[in-house]
Every structure is written in C-alpha cells, then in structure tokens.
C-alpha cells in the first residue's frame, strides 16, 4: 500500500492546495531562511489535522544559526500533538539532537535526501559504455549499505527520502524509503543564484541576505549536453522525472512525495 | 597553522615539502577500480585520472620521502561509496596503512563507521563532503571518531570560530587555495570527468599539460564585466557548473523587464568560465590563526608541480606574515602584494572568504 504525501514549503501554498493526500510535508530541505516560523508550522499541523493528513517536519542543514532556528521549530513541535510527528533531516547535527540529544524520542526521524546520496546529474542515463558496476552505482545510494543502515536502525531511522531518478533506482539496504516526484534535487550551495539578483548586476561569492526571491522567480537552464532543463530554484538546482519506477514495492519505497510545485 | 599540499606524483613531495608544505595529501586510483567503474567513479572525488598516484607502489614512495622530511601523508578516500564498493575501498585502506600512510580523509559515514569498528587507532579525518556547517555536526562526527573536519568553502571565518569555540578537542582545517566551486562538494551530485570517459587518453594528455589552468588566469586577468562574458562552447569542457546554458527566467508574481533581465544576466554569470578561476582566502590567514584553525589546505591535485610550488612558497610566506601586524588592513594590503609579485596578477577580488 502506497502513501500519498504532498510537500509544501510556503505556508501561503497551503489553501490552494488540491488532491487527496494521507501526509503533508511541511518545511525546507535546501535554506534555513525559508524555514517557516512557529505559527506557519500551527497553520499547516491544523491543516493537515482537519483533512485527517499526518504531519512531517522538514528540516534544511543549517549554519550555527541556522541551527538555532531548527531548534526553536523543534522545541515548538515536540509533544504538540497526540502522535509523533515525523521530521526530515538533512543535517547530521539536526540528526544528533533528534536522534541523542534533546528531542531523542520527540520525533521519527527520516534522513532526507540531502543526506542519502544518490547521483542525480541529468547526464546519467545518456552514458555510453558503463560497465555495469558503474551503471548499478549511478542506480543506488550510499545510505543502503550495510553499516549505514545498521547505524540509523540503531537510531530509530527506519526511512530514507530519495530522489526518483532518471537512470533508475536500485536498492541494496533494508529501510522503507519515500520517493519524491517528479522534481529531484541535483546540487545547491549557499551563493544563491537569486538572492538580491534581481535589482542590480553582481557576482559574488558570498552569502547574501534576501527577501526570498526565489519564491518569485524559477529559471531553467538549457543545453543540448545535459539531456534534459534543469530548473533552478533559488539556491538549488532540480530535474524532473514524471515516470515511476514499475515496482515500488521491490524497491521497499511504500511512500510517495509529491510536489506540486519546486519545495522552495 | 600547517600547510596541506596536494601532489599526485612521487617527484612532487620533495620539492612541495621543500617549499613549506607540512602535510601532503593525495590519492590513489588503481586500474581494477577504474575498470569496474570507469574514471568517473572516482575513489576519491578527483574524476581526472593524472589527479591521482597510479598505484600503491608511488604512493610507497611517496610515504618514504615525506617521512624523511619530517612531513605527514594524509590519504584521501573521500568519495561516497554503495554496498558493493566497500570491501573493494576497505582494500584501499589495507593498502595505503601498509604503505605508511598517516590518516585517512573520508566523507562516508558508512566508512567511517566501519574504520571506527575495525581500526579504532586509525586517525580519521572529515572531508569537506562531510558538510560540517555546524557545531552540531562537528559534535557528530567527533563522537564517531574523527580527529580534523576539513570544513566546506561555504563556511565563513566568524561561522568557523564559532565551531573552535564549541568543539575544542577537534582540529579544523579550511580550504585556502584553488577550485571555487559555487556548489556544495557534499550536497552535489553531478558527474565530473565525462571529458576524460569521452577522449581518453588525448584528454589526460591537455589535462596533464594544465592548459586549462593557464586560460582561466586570462579570464582571470581580464577587466570587469568581461571575465564572466565568457561560458563553455569548447568542445571538452565537461564541468556542469560552466555549461553554456540557455538560461529563460519565470516570475511567479510581478516582476519588471529590468528585474527579469537583471537576474537572468546574474545568474548567467555563475555559469561563466570565471566560476571556474581559482579563488584565494590568503587575507583571512591571520583571522584563522587566532581562531585556532589547524591547517591550511591547497586544492589542485591535478595541477602541475610549478603552480603547486608556487601556490606553497607563497603561502608559507603568508603564514609568516601573520601576527607580525595587529593591523588587519595592513596585513591584507601585504598578502595581495605577495600575490601579484608571486602570480604575476592581481587576485581580482576571488575570494573564497569575502570581507
């Protein structure tokens, strides 16, 4: 039995949202300064009580204030609710309090798909003469292997996000895993391409602040070379794949993320 | 502070350690590895076949000639690696302690796990692919073990004092030389080297040659808007980060013609060959210092001997420049002279750690 999630990372995205869904995704993989403030995180645990969804928390990595801002959000959800909710880390000191520190208990946790490490470049699938350990390489991820998962089961992860990918997916470890469609992550960085990019010519290589523009614009970038548009969003770059791999439950993915637009 | 030298041939170590090197790092790529995974797969996260020692033997000798002199060898294994990867890697480790390398830089947690259980007296060091952005993290991967975190490009000095401050049995090194790559190492999943999968052999013939080094330092040497005016178009160049894209830009609410052509213009030009030019974080030495950072890491295995002598007598003279004046401003206005006397250009303000 597949479930059916959506994700949605602006709580103003929330009453246009449409679509039968067992579980809301709430929150930012890619920048702590999207992460939605405490009454953004009531708003969306109302409504997904309303509609009978269960709730998941998604955290982005985070610099030491970033960290703080985890934290209060953490704090905030712990205990909120009659059940656990689920949170979503894409950061290994997230992953320490949830998993040993403070909120060990208050959560399930899920490693995200920052921290599950798959290969996502476009080119992949256009590859010519792979032998076939480098073809099974591009189709699995590091956090199947063996010791990976003997230390997140020891943790109380018993989830992995991955990314559905263009090449195929093939899973070696025993976690239940959510596949998120149809964009999926290729790379991110902290020199965001849109903050404060819209106003005045610059080049910089620093973290700058901004006023979210990457909720105002997407921008694809296109060329013959990469095999398909990557859409860039922000800080991060995605691509899209529409189509499912043909057995899920081979796979042990028994859930999927849907994204109705680019979760930034 | 130590300096951490790249070398990816045995006729490196003696003159790089010569130079002011303290610590030398490198890998290896063997042959039953890039048979079964081709160049692209690396062991190491360096693609380019001529970035790393060809074989245990080199890497034997390499060990010898840095011990005679005093120097540490740090071995990189430092990619990520499935299931089926593991024993082949935990090979690598056999050999490279069996060479007399010193410690090991990894970026896999699954490795690092596995070395913690096996080899608990291994000295374990954190790759940049290990995304330390916070104290939290760095706590993490101390309870696993590791000894040093090389922290990623994006972490900024006051970010980084922070972390010392809250981690003081960890040793941190940063990167201070050469391959800016906008991305996050740990969070990027494109391929690199698919020029090398395509050409072969007359790839890893330019490559070796450095041709690439000498035409980013003219696009470095360029004037103002001209040095991002530039993208890929050449045939070969394989980087993601350079592509020449047709870039469109979508406003989801009011945007301006100014505003759209503005950002599109921006973000073009991160996709220029100037992205691919080396930065420098020589004027944050002293600030580093204070903090208590450990070492100062040179990227480049690839390059040729000539620019990594270069790039080690010039910071070891930096090193020497710092704490000898109180005065920040004073002390930067003498590293960006060093720079143009020792590159022969200005370093055009491609800073790795922006003031």
Known sequence: MIEHAVFVADAKALERLSGEYGRLYFGNEFCSRLLPDAAEVDAARRFARTRGMAFTLVTPYADDEGLAAIARLLEHCAGAGPELAEAVINDWGVFRSITEGRWKGSFIPVLGRLLTKQKRDPRIPGLSGIPVEAQEYFRSCNADSAAISDFLTSRGVGRLELDNLPQGLLRTGPLKASLYVPFGYITTTRLCFMAGADERPRYLRRVVPCARECRAYTATLSSRS???????????????????????????????????VIPM | ???????????????????????????????????????IVSPNRREWTCASLPSYDDLKQVVAIAHARGARVLFTLNALYTEPQQALVREQVVAARAAGADALIVADLGLLLALRAERPALELHLSTGGTVFNSESAKFFASLGVARITVPRHVQPPELAAMIRQCPGLQFEVFILNSGCKNIDGFCTFLHGTSELRYGAAWRLLKGLDLDRYFLALVRALSGGRQTAWNSRLPGADSPCLLNYGISVAAQGGATARQLRTLKENIASYFSFLSGADPCGACRVDEFRKMGVHGLKIVGRNYSTSKKLTDVRFLKQVVGLAGRDPDQTEFRAGVQALYREMYGMRCGGLCYYPL
């Open chain 1, 226 to 260: 990469m095999g398909q548009d990557i859409i860039l969003k922000g800080n991060t770059q995605f691509f899209v794949n529409r189509s499912l791999p043909d057995d899920l439950e081979g796979l042990r993915v028994d859930r999927l993320v849907h994204q109705p």
């Open chain 2, 1 to 39: 502070m130590n300096i951490l030298a790249p070398v990816n041939k045995v006729e490196d170590v003696e003159q790089v350690i010569a130079a002011g090197a303290d610590e030398i790092y490198c890998g290896v790529f063997p042959a039953d590895w890039k048979r079964r995974y081709t160049n």
